[in-house]
């Protein structure tokens, strides 16, 4: 039976002790003491192998995406078999040693009905074999709750596994707080290699159904940064009706399946200018538009950007160019975005219509270096040089701001402009063109999606 051999003595402790007197493992798992809780039917056990991971799984169903948070063990690939008929006592199971497994890290005793609905559940860490007799532990029963129904109920229970849609598959289980006891006992114990017990495999090989997300069963992730490719009105929150909010966009990621052909908003608000202007029009218009509005037309007041003013001085030796001066400027997002008092930014990355996101934006010889700090000081560093001082055209980029909570992110498109003219080097100078966004902080403020 693959790490560690069971032996079927459910019929007799003295047999039971006889068959195994060589060392291992008894378990006896007794019924519910509560009267108002029936006696199991037969009792099955979950075993999980090896060094736990901590884990944060999204179980089935997944339509409230409540997230459950616990030690997680591979479960035993040979404990499909380990069930007893709970009968008039309690069920009992020995494992004598095998392979080199000494310990089983997480076991779950779950009772079921005749029926096979679960009704009661304890959990235990850490039995070990005995060398020369037989080391015997002991689990007793409690009534169980479906955590799901209820967050907090007393001894949470559920199980789960790829068929869970169409009808009962027990793969895998988490269990938390499963005898009456202060101390908090949680455990998830499921299939090797799947960690949200969906049936695919976390790392797929080649060919395989893809995994878009691990964590959560039968999940669906929104486009990551380096997969947007439009812009969407949606609502911030998966439940709101406000859907007169601009955020970027791009095709869905579903478990099994892959990328769809769709627009899903993604966690980046935009303002609203950006998804529907008089200046670059909607839909794929607006899209190739925010990536670099300088590429369009000649933006004026109205469409909202970051403009930025960048300075030059004469290069060394004889040309008829001009080198970028170096010297960074800053602008303080979160005040002049309207951003929550307390966000705090991670990242900030840039592009434009031929780069992806990156943290430095490169046209030609001149690049633009963009760093954020927690407190959403945005800073500029541009460098590079021009070849002539004639009509240097301004360079558009996208702006993408990520935050150290799980809410949303913000993009915003942004522009550099030279003067055809050299002189003393200064900092970049930039200042926020276009009207007021009032959406853009609530929408930021609001959970991130998957």
Not at 163 to 171: E, G, L, N, P, W
Not at 267 to 279: A, I, L, Q
Request: charged share 15%; glycine share 10%; hydrophobic share 35%.
């Amino acid at each position: 039976m693959g790490s560690r051999a069971a032996v079927a003595c459910f019929v007799g402790l003295s047999l039971a002790i006889a068959a195994c007197d060589s060392g291992g493992m008894e378990i006896v798992v007794y019924g519910p003491s509560d009267r108002d809780t029936p006696q199991p039917h037969t009792v099955k056990l979950f075993i999980g192998l090896g060094a736990p991971t901590d884990a944060a799984i999204v179980t089935a169903p997944n339509t409230t995406g409540q997230r459950f948070s616990a030690k997680r063990w591979d479960r035993d690939p040979a404990n499909g078999d380990d069930v007893a008929e709970f009968g008039a006592g309690p069920a009992r199971f020995v494992f004598r040693p095998g392979e080199g497994t000494e310990t089983f890290g997480a076991v779950v005793a779950v009772g079921y009905a005749e029926d096979g609905t679960p009704t009661s559940s304890a959990v235990m860490f850490d039995p070990q074999m005995g060398n020369a007799r037989v080391r015997v532990y002991s689990m007793g029963l409690n009534a169980s709750s479906d955590p799901i129904a209820k967050r907090n109920g007393y001894n949470a229970l559920k199980l789960w596994g790829p068929s869970s849609r169409t009808t009962a598959d027990d793969s895998c289980v988490f269990v938390q707080n499963t005898y009456p006891d202060p101390t908090i006992a949680e455990a998830f114990i499921g299939t090797p290699g799947d960690r949200d017990c969906d049936g695919f495999a976390d790392e797929p090989a080649p060919g395989s159904p893809p995994e878009c997300l691990d964590d959560v069963w039968f999940g669906t992730r929104t486009a990551t940064r380096d997969e947007l490719s439009c812009l969407t009105f949606a609502s911030p929150t998966p439940a709101g009706t406000d859907n007169n909010t601009c955020l970027l966009g791009g095709p869905a990621c579903v478990d099994g399946v892959g990328m769809d052909a769709s627009c899903t908003a993604s966690k980046y608000c935009m303002h609203g200018g950006v998804c529907s202007s008089s200046v670059c029009g909607t839909g794929a218009a607006a899209w190739e538009c925010a990536k670099d509005v300088s590429a369009s037309i000649q933006i004026g007041t109205t469409y909202p950007v970051i403009s930025c003013t960048g300075f030059l001085t004469m290069p060394n030796g004889a040309g008829t160019g001009a080198d970028i001066c170096t010297m960074p400027g800053t602008f303080d997002l979160r005040q002049q975005l309207g951003l929550p008092a307390t966000a705090k930014c991670s990242s900030a990355k840039i592009r434009n219509r031929t780069q992806r996101f990156e943290d430095m934006l490169v046209v030609d010889a001149a690049t633009f270096k963009v760093e954020i700090d927690n407190a959403c000081i945005l800073k500029i560093t541009p460098s590079g040089s021009f070849p002539t001082l004639t009509a240097i055209p301004p360079i558009g980029g996208l702006l993408a701001i990520d935050f150290q909570a799980s809410i949303h992110g913000v993009a915003y498109p942004i522009q550099f402009e030279f003067p055809a003219t050299t002189g003393q080097c200064a900092p970049v100078s930039c200042h926020l063109n276009g009207p007021p966004a009032p959406l853009l902080a609530g929408c930021i403020g609001a959970p991130a999606p998957l």
